[in-house]
């Protein structure tokens, strides 16, 4: 069954400049990343743009710089869009995909992810890594989550029903996400 608030499968041939769109934990970049591969889009890692090794944040002046010369080229995947520069890649996007996942399954999602990297030192971006110590402190990643995700829930509700934004596509559970993904065209 088609979902009549979702862009139909023309728009998704025809999307080449998309921002996956989500709460901290949600699956953005792994979804960005897939959505690079099978389209052959290139795909941004915003973590890397936006975090220097030893966790040292890149300076928002640098930060624009560095989303707007990606969002000056004709295609483009972007697993975030941070509010202090998302009107670049809004401005330019044909496309939003929302990841608006169930709390519970965003929690069991981050708090493993977060364990596994506490534990194993999983480099994540620039060689920066996780540690258990942080995931527990008053500025936990948890926490970040918990707090935003009211926030960026009513964001992306919000651009879905703004006739000004880009189409906005909401996948709510991971088979939707599958799904979507099943729907785009390949690069073979």
């Not at 080449?16 to 959505?35: D, E, H, P, Q, W």
């Not at 942080?134 to 879905?160: G, N």
């Amino acid at each position: 069954m088609t979902d009549p608030d979702q862009p139909g499968p023309a728009r998704l041939t025809t999307a080449r400049r998309i921002v996956v769109y989500g709460v901290t934990g949600s699956g953005k970049t792994t979804l960005a990343r897939r959505i690079g591969e099978r389209t052959g889009l290139p795909w941004h890692s915003v973590d890397d743009l936006t975090w220097e090794p030893g966790w040292v944040e890149v300076p928002l002046a640098v930060q624009r710089d560095r989303i707007a010369a990606i969002c000056a080229g004709d295609a483009w995947v972007l697993d975030s869009a941070y509010l202090s520069w998302a009107d670049i890649p809004l401005a330019r996007a044909d496309l939003i995909v929302g990841l608006d996942l169930s709390r519970p399954l965003l929690l069991y999602r981050l708090v493993t992810r977060t364990l596994i990297r506490g534990i194993v030192r999983t480099p994540i971006c620039n060689g920066n890594t996780e540690s258990l110590r942080e995931a527990l402190s008053r500025d936990s990643i948890v926490l970040v989550q918990f707090r935003s995700l009211p926030r960026k829930r009513a964001r992306l509700r919000a651009w879905q029903a703004d006739p000004a934004m880009p189409p906005v596509v909401l996948l709510r559970s991971a088979r939707a996400v599958r799904a979507w993904l099943d729907t785009l065209p390949g690069t073979t």
